[in-house]
């Protein structure tokens, strides 16, 4: 049996005449924390609902702990974007974060005790626990933020998969949120989480898989995250190139102003 958490297997997924992701293979070793970096309309979402079976791949496969998502479903614990939520639907903070217990309930799917009050840790652990009667469309996009964490937390899994999950968030919302991941990462679990900032990749991720429809690369983030690699991810371009110059003078120096 492999001991990948994730691992897909010439993967490509077709939108229409376009390919979105074309013969996509690599593994990711369980217990790393995993930056999925690469332009919009890369496919780095694409390669997340592909995971989950929610879109279907015009050929290869995705495995998960070497099985197909149904097989580990609970094991599997996923943060969409915000955007893709409805954020109108009248649910209070409590009642979404207990969401995250329905995979482990009983037929009838009503929450114990210890239910609520493993719900309200996930939520202190966040600094949260304020806004459990809080209805959720009155959060604010870091706060809501916060809240779909707290479900993916109760749902104890083994890995998580997070799209964006920095998108639209203040500074602070930032770092609490890079503290549990760091802290999941300790304790055993595989995290896999499509991001944009290029200036906080070196620390935040110890693995990074770089994508633009095809593979450029995926290993170890001191090994693979260079210069050389993001310009072919990006492109030689403009304030991308500035960008990646200084994110290479930075390794190169130890330090960056």
Request: charged share 25%.
């Amino acid at each position: 049996m492999s001991d990948a958490a994730f691992a897909s297997q010439n993967l490509t997924v077709d939108y229409g005449q376009t390919s979105v992701l074309w013969d996509i293979s690599f593994s990711i070793p369980q217990g790393k924390l995993v930056g999925v970096i690469g332009p919009n309309g890369a496919g780095k979402s694409t390669l997340l609902k592909a995971a989950l079976g929610l879109v279907r791949p015009t050929a290869g496969t995705v495995r998960i702990f070497d099985q197909p998502f149904k097989a580990v479903r609970s094991k599997v614990a996923y943060v969409p974007q915000r955007g893709s939520v409805d954020w109108d639907f009248p649910i209070t903070v409590l009642e979404v974060v207990l969401m995250g217990r329905y995979g482990k309930l009983g037929l009838l799917k009503w929450p114990r005790k210890a239910d609520r009050q493993a719900a309200f840790e996930a939520l202190k652990m966040l600094q949260m626990e304020g806004f459990a009667d809080r209805q959720i469309d009155q959060l604010s996009g870091g706060e809501k933020q916060r809240v779909f964490l707290a479900r993916a937390l109760l749902q104890d899994a083994d890995i998580y998969l997070l799209d964006e999950p920095f998108a639209g968030v203040d500074l602070a919302t930032e770092k609490a949120i890079m503290q549990l991941l760091k802290k999941l990462k300790k304790q055993g679990k595989t995290l896999f989480v499509v991001h944009h900032d290029l200036n906080s990749v070196t620390d935040y991720f110890d693995w990074v898989v770089l994508l633009n429809t095809s593979l450029v690369a995926c290993g170890e983030t001191e090994q693979v995250f260079t210069a050389d690699n993001i310009g072919r991810t990006y492109g030689q371009k403009g304030a991308l190139l500035a960008e990646v110059t200084k994110l290479s003078k930075c390794k190169q120096e130890g330090f960056c102003k």
